[in-house]
Nanobody, 124 residues
Framework: QVQLVESGGGLVQAGGSLRLSCAAS????????MGWFRQAPGKEREYVAA????????HYADSAKGRFTISRDNARNTMYLQMNSLKHEDTAVYYC?????????????????WGQGTQVTVSA
């Protein structure tokens, strides 16, 4: 059973930065894409970014382009989301997600596994 554990959330002022981490364990052999989603209060969960196994292919939602950077370190089984120029509307619970093979199922919102989430609060 794959387990995904997020960390790095917290309270930050608008314009500030945070780096989220997602540690994965329990995978069988194979290649896996990973990604980030978020859910703000009263809203549906939305896709943020995805990265393929090698890290050479990344994809971002329009809301994340130019401000967020997704990366991964397979030696540490960890994925990251560097978030810069944070806005109040980025306030949400951020979830890590995992799917076999490429990024398509993550971009489509259908990963195989989810983490428990980490809260990010951006004060105005």
């Amino acid at each position: 059973q794959v387990q995904l554990v997020e960390s790095g959330g917290g309270l930050v002022q608008a314009g500030g930065s945070l780096r989220l981490s997602c540690a994965a364990s329990g995978r069988s052999s194979g290649t896996y894409a990973m990604g980030w989603f978020r859910q703000a209060p009263g809203k549906e969960r939305e896709y943020v970014a995805a990265i393929n196994w090698s890290g050479a292919n990344t994809h971002y939602a329009d809301s994340a382009k130019g401000r967020f950077t997704i990366s991964r370190d397979n030696a540490r089984n960890t994925m990251y989301l560097q978030m810069n120029s944070l806005k109040h509307e980025d306030t949400a619970v951020y979830y890590c997600a995992d799917a076999p093979l490429g990024t398509q199922t993550i971009v489509a919102g259908r990963p195989n596994y989810w983490g428990q989430g980490t809260q990010v609060t951006v004060s105005a």
